[in-house]
């Protein structure tokens, strides 16, 4: 029986707040810039009260959600780091280049609102990290070969996916909709990643093709920190997509290069397998942005060529330390800062015609 989480979602719907909707604002707490708040005496207070409440003896205990405090977490610049950042707020940057043919969305500075403690995560900062994961993590891992074996769905692909299934001629709304992975042949992929965000919360499925050795037929997972997605549901959609993607593919007249076995792929509809990993859960409400991108950036750095069925033990609820996938919100402002001073450094350099 899948886990759900009623009054959570509940909760978020009557407050109206959504990761993609209203990024940067948590369940009953203010919009906060870090840049200009200083946050470390409110977090401090809230330390202590939250030690006073486990000490106290009483019966009827108040539970409270623990915030989980980045403690790196820059409160406080020098004059010069705040002038340069000052200059950076009406930059815009494209990752990895304006030129680039798959670049993100322009980032605006105010994106890293979003990265402020207790907000969700918006589109723009989920699909630059993941962006960032193909460029720079998968090239520091393995030959070029081995980084070409992984696809990166963007976080609008899945709701696009859902509306081409709404459709009547499914074969002919499949045909529009494959230009999101145009060229790119799915099940020669070793490994396909796709972030879910339903219910104003973020989850990931990962479509694995194990190798033609195993004679086994696509396995997907779902990780979800929450588990408050109906995995039920979402596989249902992803399997859909697999299998009209292989009725187109079968009736190419050129073969494939496919690692799977043609006992298997004759019959792939009835071959494809469903598991949800159970990975390690988060703390509070907001984090679930920062546990999909650390699901993949784990995930990227420990899956082996070719996922086998005996290696699923390796992703479980003792995988990582949830304070990991969290403090990745601290990471991912410090790179983005970086990339933004970058970029306005090259501006003022274009500007003195050098």
């Known amino acids: 029986m899948e886990t759900q989480l009623p009054s959570l979602s509940s909760s978020r719907q009557k407050r109206g707040l959504s990761s993609k909707e209203s990024p940067f604002q948590s369940l009953g707490s203010p ?9 470390s005496n409110g977090y401090k207070r809230e330390r202590r009260r939250s030690a006073r409440l486990q000490a106290s003896n009483s019966p009827k205990r108040i539970k409270e959600t623990v915030v989980l405090v980045d403690e790196e977490l820059e409160v406080e610049e020098t004059a010069a780091q705040t002038n340069k950042l000052n200059q950076c707020k009406n930059t815009r940057i494209y990752y990895p280049s304006r030129d680039d043919p798959v670049s993100v969305e ?28 193909q460029v720079e993590g998968l090239t520091s891992k393995a030959t070029e070969s081995e980084s070409c074996n992984y696809h990166f769905f963007n976080t609008y692909f899945y709701e696009k996916l859902k509306e081409a299934l709404g459709e009547k001629d499914i074969e002919n709304s499949f045909a529009k909709l494959r230009r999101w992975w145009k ?56 399997k859909s ?74 992703f479980g609820k003792k995988w990582f330390n949830p304070e990991e996938a969290s403090s990745l919100r601290q990471s991912i402002r410090s790179l983005l800062k970086e990339k933004f001073k970058n970029a306005n450094d090259e501006e003022q350099l274009l500007d003195l015609g050098l």
Not at 286 to 293: A, H, R, T
Not at 294 to 301: D, L, T, Y
Request: net charge negative; aromatic share 12%.
């Open 241 to 314: 997509f697999l299998i009209e993607e292989w009725k187109f593919l079968r009736k190419r007249e050129v073969p494939l290069d496919l690692p799977i076995a043609d006992t298997v792929w004759e019959n792939l509809s009835n071959r494809i397998d469903e598991r949800i990993v159970q990975v390690p859960q988060q703390g509070n409400d907001y984090d679930c942005g920062l546990f999909v991108l650390f699901f993949m950036k784990r995930f990227i750095e420990e899956a082996p060529d070719r996922l086998k069925k005996k290696d699923l033990a390796r």
């Open 183 to 238: 060229r790119i042949y799915i099940f020669e992929k070793a490994y396909v990643l796709i972030p879910i965000h339903e219910n104003l919360h973020w989850s990931l499925v990962i479509i694995c093709i194990p190798d033609v050795e195993d004679r086994s037929g696509p396995i997907m997972l779902h990780l979800d920190s929450l588990g408050l997605h109906s995995s039920r549901s979402i596989f249902s959609n992803i």
């Open 31 to 39: 919009l906060l810039n870090v840049d200009n708040v200083p946050l």
């Open 106 to 133: 322009t980032i605006c500075y105010s994106d890293l609102d979003c990265l402020a403690p207790q907000a969700y995560l918006s589109s723009t900062i989920m699909n630059f990290y993941i962006r960032y994961l």
